[in-house]
């Protein structure tokens, strides 16, 4: 597996062995529990650098909620990048939650908490950053957030091509959006770190 830049994203030596065997074990799983439809080695490359990217913008955080993250799709990505920021990784469906503890514990992802469960049911943590890749529209998002925020939370959406109708429904001030490519939009919501 190649990733460019790797030193602009200031990534551990272990971040991409640790990758490739998320791959493996992603493709293997996948298969078999229908995790994710992206198995082939490009898709499953690109993905994680999309999860990765963000890290050339979004400031330091002690704690990070990573809504619906499926197959690993940013949270497990950006704890790996991360090993010293505390990640929980919220997942309604039981067969990605199994998946995700697979990868944990394989890897030896200490800094990550799985929790089986919706979003809005959650309510005994508290975060500094909020990210969520593909799973509602802002406004639903930031609703559905509020029990595990606070005033200084930020949030960090990846969002494909529809982000402007959405910000307008949202009524959002004081955000940022960094454009990876036509596809992709990072709407980043910068509260606590200044």
Request: charged content about 30%.
């Amino acid at each position: 597996m190649k990733i460019n830049n790797l030193e602009e994203l200031n990534l551990g030596e272990d971040f991409l062995p640790k990758c490739e065997e998320f791959k493996k074990t992603l493709q293997h799983w996948g298969k078999v529990h229908n995790l994710s439809a992206e198995l082939e080695d490009e898709k499953i490359e690109k993905n994680i650098y999309d999860s990765i990217y963000v890290l050339k913008f979004i400031k330091d955080y002690k704690t990070v909620a990573d809504i619906g993250t499926g197959a690993g799709y940013p949270g497990l990505i950006l704890a790996m990048a991360r090993p010293n920021i505390k990640f929980y990784l919220i997942e309604p469906r039981a067969k990605r939650v199994a998946f995700l503890n697979f990868i944990k514990n394989s890897l030896k992802l200490d800094n990550i908490e799985i929790l089986c469960n919706r979003v809005e049911y959650v309510k005994d943590i508290k975060v500094d950053l909020i990210t969520s890749r593909a799973v509602t529209n802002t406004s639903l998002l930031l609703d559905l957030t509020k029990d595990i925020s606070t005033e200084s939370t930020s949030y960090l959406f990846y969002k494909g091509s529809m982000l402007e109708s959405e910000l307008e429904e949202a009524k959002i001030h004081n955000y940022e959006i960094i454009k990876k490519d036509e596809k992709r939009n990072y709407l980043y919501i910068n509260k606590g770190n200044k």
